[in-house]
């Protein structure tokens, strides 16, 4: 026997398994139409060139405009549905690791979000439902950023009730250990998510949430704070951080302290101290850990290699979750997240290379 052997077993043990559905997810599943806008079909729609909204009534034309007038590429999206793909993507086996619910429509759409979340290796469970149609999301790109108009329609018909509270469906959330919701669910079913924040408290699993959005932070800020008590880990980047303390009345712009005063909000499970992870692009992430604020720098990328920084926050969760779901150490999980964002930001779309290459 060559001496290497039984040291390589040794490692093998060490290494944790990792069970189907661990990781939960819910929220909006959209398709994404992207494409590269100019100025002045940002003005004409009243967008700014780096924000997330809603759509209103003035901006029912965009989504058949932007399909006329430029060349668009679609691709499954919804925030939370990206996270747990990539968080997927970089498990890589067992398939199903990931599990996502959220509601589409019984329309071409939704057939396309299914098959993509079928060769993502996703367990997808849909509420699907005729009155309205699957959901999109224009992700309009200008230079190096990106302005986003969600037409939820679908997305927004989520009922617990009806799906949630479904025998098979609150299986999986028994089944998981690590939950992740993205805050623009908070516009949909706060309900849903709250029923889902008690049961991970209640069973000292991990349950995590993003801020998503400035908008989020100032227009349902109550929904936001029931769940709040609840959340092991905060996710948001520095604008959102920004907006999110001055709704509080945080009295600081500093995002070391903004993240200090979040991970000191009063929290139910007492046996998790919450971690708050803020990004900030090409500057480095900001992490609480204990009672220190550190700050992790991001890999190096050449401007001219960046293509699309669309899915960039969404991509560092799922490397994030994809490292949590083994219990690895907080420095692995931003590094799997700091990866996966250097990933996604050379391709366009929140897609990736077959394999990921972290090690």
């Known amino acids: 026997m060559a001496a290497g052997e039984p040291q390589a077993k ?40 780096n924000d997330q909204i809603l759509a209103e009534e003035k901006h029912k034309e965009l989504f058949e405009e932007i399909v006329r007038k430029f060349k ?5 999206g919804g925030s939370t549905q990206n996270s747990v793909k990539i968080a997927q993507w970089m498990i890589q086996q067992p398939h199903k690791v990931s599990t996502f619910l959220g509601c589409i429509g019984t329309d071409k759409f939704g057939g396309i ?48 009730e009806k799906h949630l509270d479904l025998e098979e469906n609150w299986k999986l959330v028994e089944k998981a250990k690590v939950f992740y919701i993205a805050g623009f669910f908070l516009t949909v079913s706060p309900e849903s998510i709250l029923k889902v924040a008690k049961h991970a408290s209640e069973h000292n699993k991990v349950f995590s949430l993003n801020l998503s959005a400035p908008f989020i932070s100032q227009f349902f800020k109550e929904p936001m704070m029931k769940v709040m008590p609840y959340v092991d880990i905060l996710f948001g980047n520095e604008t959102e951080a920004a907006t999110f303390a001055r709704e509080q009345g945080f009295e600081t712009e500093d995002i070391e302290e903004i993240a200090k005063k979040t991970q000191s909000l009063p ?74 964002a250097n990933v996604i930001i050379r391709r366009a779309g929140c897609t990736f290379p077959e394999k990921p290459d972290f090690h």
């Open 10 to 49: 040794k490692l093998k043990l060490e290494e944790k398994e990792v069970s189907q559905n661990a990781l939960f997810g819910m929220g909006n599943p959209l398709l994404d139409i992207c494409a590269v806008v100019d100025k002045d079909f940002l003005d004409k729609y009243g967008l700014k060139p």
């Open 72 to 76: 668009v590429e679609y691709h499954a």
């Open 113 to 160: 979000l299914k098959k993509k979340a079928e060769e993502a290796h996703v367990d997808a469970h849909y509420y699907e439902q005729s009155e309205e149609p699957t959901g999109t999301c224009a992700a309009c790109i200008t230079d190096d950023n990106r302005s986003l108009v969600a037409n939820l329609a679908a997305a927004n018909c989520y009922k617990k």
């Open 267 to 340: 929290k139910v499970n007492k046996k998790r101290q919450r971690i708050v992870v803020f990004t900030q692009g090409k500057d480095g992430t900001v992490v609480t850990s204990g009672n220190e604020v550190t700050i992790s720098p991001v890999l190096d990328i050449d401007q001219s290699e960046i293509v699309d920084t669309n899915g960039a926050g969404d991509a560092f969760v799922g490397g994030f979750l994809s490292q949590l779901v083994y219990d690895r150490p907080l420095e692995e999980c931003i590094r799997a997240g700091h990866y996966s």
